[in-house]
């Protein structure tokens, strides 16, 4: 079996990727000397370099790295080792031309970038497969390896192919899923439009077309090119757990629900060994440090809520958006440490050195164009030593609170063209909820809608368009065993092909709501309605409303004004020992948290009020011992309550009843007993 951690490696992870083959070796010297300095314990190598050791077809070089590797192992350093299959070497796109994705709408892509890759082609699996036997049979035993770091980021910036290989290996998969073409006639409605289809061969990949195709065959397609991308990645980890054994395998997601939405965590997450992540700021005016815990949170989910790690992360700006700010003091270790609260087993980021050429020589590094004068630096060094005090927390697990229902493939179908709004999306209302549950100082665990909920006193559904029958029944089965559930607007309405659900809207929910859903009457840009509560509180509500007849359900709030004016907005619905919310409109952050004070009074999870916004509090928990992370992104000093005493990891002082908090800092609280 292969380890579940980086093998070798006995304290958290520290470091970033290392690409030595943009200086000379000398400087290589001066980065051991100064990772060394900053307490770095592991480095990605390798993970662009095929060009490097295979610089002709069947002719490899592999003394350099050979060379680092050894200088790693000397001083004590651990490696992530890339297999290069992210980016092959211009020969053999020269000699198979073919293995460049084609968009949608025909345009080959070319060499010079990188992720140029059509994963249908036969010729790149095979090279693929040959420099990853050829890493594996060479460095299995090198006393550095601690990891397999397979390829880069799958899904990005390609995230499906449109090619003739493509088309044809489409047309196997859906036999495979299908068996017949009536069973894809059928599961795609293709009697609407006449796009009736009598052999699989007449199948194309849904590329560019008159108007908007046909929604089952574009989610199919988002499924197919998934499961793909996942068959390379495994055949990649099947030759490393062959020659390798022993040693885990990663591949980095990027569950941030921004930078990557074509791959399914949830299927990739029982694949890899140790789950991964890569997470950078997004400079849109929201609090990153929300966005950071939600993509943590969800990172953790996937992993089962095993120990993750953060592969990737910036010290500063990025320099892939229109506007890179650069971080704030203190703000890098609150970010990573943030992630280590969450679950990961360390902090690591790109890269280490920051290079002088090539399309990213404006994003930070840990050792920065400034070099080490800087405050970049002296803050990496700080960030080394706290993570050098925190080496216990390692194997504890994040404790959470709640649950939120999330589904790559319900996301894909929500996105599809020809909706009722526009202006509705589905990622905004996760975000949305995911805030306010934050705000309410709620550990968040993501959850797949056919998981076991029962470990969860509330479960949120922000807004889960497709769910099977079988979702359905899971989130009855809950309420029924006394779960609290919220459901928002346009959210049980199709099954996994995208067809309505029998009946009234929302098929999968109706039963356990306690309501039908009789009409969708999306609000235009501007809009908004007032929504009146039981004590006579006034709600704001837009972009949507629907006319809502409740059945076993009770009214909560009403709309006062509006398109759906004295219907339900918010109801309740009792069902056996537990209750089920449910909201049509799109609540602000005010909304929201009443909709969740409410919610959270059925569920017995008392309010948090002692602590301020913007202060985090998380706690770890195993058999090393129970640790509270406080976090202040506010700019006021705080005292944050504790559960006993306890020492402080990152000062070593002692705490009792409360712990000072002063703005910008991060305190970890390891409690006695
Ligand atoms: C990641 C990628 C890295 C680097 C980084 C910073 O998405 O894996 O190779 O490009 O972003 O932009």
């Not at 082609?121 to 497969?129: F, G, I, M, P």
């Not at 299908?178 to 009697?191: F, Q, S």
């Not at 590094?365 to 630096?377: C, D, K, L, N």
Request: with cysteine.
């Amino acid at each position: 079996m292969p380890e579940t951690t980086p093998t070798g490696l006995t304290r958290l992870a520290f470091g970033g990727d290392y690409n030595p083959e943009q200086w000379p070796e000398n400087v290589w010297h001066e980065d051991v000397r100064l990772m060394r300095e900053a307490g770095v314990t592991m480095v990605s190598v390798g993970i662009f370099s095929w060009a490097l050791l295979e610089p002709s077809p069947g002719e490899y070089d592999f003394d350099w790295l050979d060379r680092l590797l050894d200088l790693l192992h000397e001083n004590g350093i651990r490696a992530d080792l890339g297999t290069p299959t992210v980016v092959p070497p211009v020969w053999f796109y020269r000699a198979h031309p073919e293995a460049l994705p084609v968009a949608a709408d025909g345009t080959r892509y070319e060499f010079g970038s990188r992720g140029a890759i059509c994963h249908s082609n036969a010729d790149y699996r095979a090279a693929a497969a040959t420099i990853t036997t050829q890493l594996a049979e060479r460095y299995a035993d090198h006393p550095a390896l601690a990891m397999w770091h397979v390829h880069n980021e799958y899904g990005v910036p390609v995230s499906a192919c449109y090619c003739d290989s493509c088309a044809a290996h489409f047309r196997r998969w859906l036999a495979a899923r299908y068996e017949t073409v009536d069973a894809v006639n059928e599961a795609w409605g293709t009697a609407f439009w006449g796009q009736r289809y009598t052999d699989f061969d007449q199948i194309n990949p849904p590329r560019v077309a008159p108007t908007v195709g046909n929604p089952g065959q574009t989610l199919d397609y988002k499924r197919f090119a998934d499961a793909t991308m996942r068959e390379n990645f495994c055949a990649e980890r099947d030759i490393l757990h062959r020659l390798a054994p022993g040693i885990p395998v990663t591949t980095n997601f990027m569950t941030a629900l921004s930078q990557c939405d074509s791959v399914d965590y949830w299927a990739w997450g029982r694949e890899v060994d140790i789950v991964t992540n890569d997470h950078y700021l997004i400079t849109d005016g929201r609090r990153t440090h929300v966005n950071l815990a939600m993509a943590a949170d969800l990172t953790r989910s996937v992993a089962g809520g095993a120990p993750w790690l953060l592969l990737e992360h910036s010290t500063s700006g990025i320099n892939w958006q229109p506007r890179n700010p650069a971080k704030t003091p203190g703000q890098m270790a609150r970010n990573s440490l943030a992630h280590v609260a969450r679950g990961s087993e360390g902090a690591m980021f790109f890269q280490w050195r920051q290079s002088r050429r090539g399309a990213e020589k404006f994003h930070s590094a840990m050792v920065p164009h400034a070099g080490t004068e800087s405050r970049v630096w002296r803050e990496v060094v700080e960030l080394g030593a706290s993570l050098d005090s925190l080496s216990t927390i390692r194997g504890t697990r994040t404790q959470a609170d709640v649950a939120v229902l999330w589904d790559w493939h319900s996301w894909w179908a929500q996105n599809l063209a020809w909706r009722p709004s526009e202006d509705h999306d589905a990622r905004e209302r996760a975000d949305s909820f995911y805030e306010a549950l934050y705000d309410r100082h709620l550990t968040v665990d993501f959850a797949h809608p056919e998981a076991d909920l029962s470990a969860y006193p509330l479960v949120v559904v922000p807004a889960l368009y497709l769910m099977t029958e079988a979702a359905g029944s899971n989130v009855r089965a809950y309420v029924e065993n006394g779960g609290t559930l919220v459901v928002s607007y346009f959210s049980g309405i199709v099954d996994e092909h995208d067809a309505v659900h029998e009946g009234a809207y929302p098929g999968a929910l109706r039963d356990v709501l306690g309501l039908t859903v009789e009409e969708f009457s999306p609000l235009l840009p501007g809009q908004s309605v007032r929504v009146t509560g039981p004590d006579g509180s006034e709600l704001t509500g837009d972009v949507w409303t629907e006319f809502v007849v409740p059945r076993d359900a009770e009214t909560v709030w009403t709309y006062a004004d509006g398109p759906a004016a004295g219907l339900p907005a918010v109801t309740r619905h009792h069902l056996v020992a537990g209750s089920a919310w449910y909201v049509s409109t799109r609540l602000d952050a005010q909304g929201l948290d009443a909709l969740l004070g409410w919610a959270s009074d059925d569920a017995g999870i008392a309010p948090r009020a002692d602590l301020p916004r913007d202060v985090e509090v998380v706690r770890r928990v195993g058999e090393s011992g129970t640790y509270l992370f406080a976090i202040n992104h506010s700019s006021s000093d705080v005292k944050v309550p504790l559960d006993g005493h306890g020492t402080e990891l990152l000062t070593g002082e002692r705490a009792a009843g409360r712990v000072a908090l002063p703005a910008g800092a991060v305190r970890v609280v390891r409690l006695d007993g």
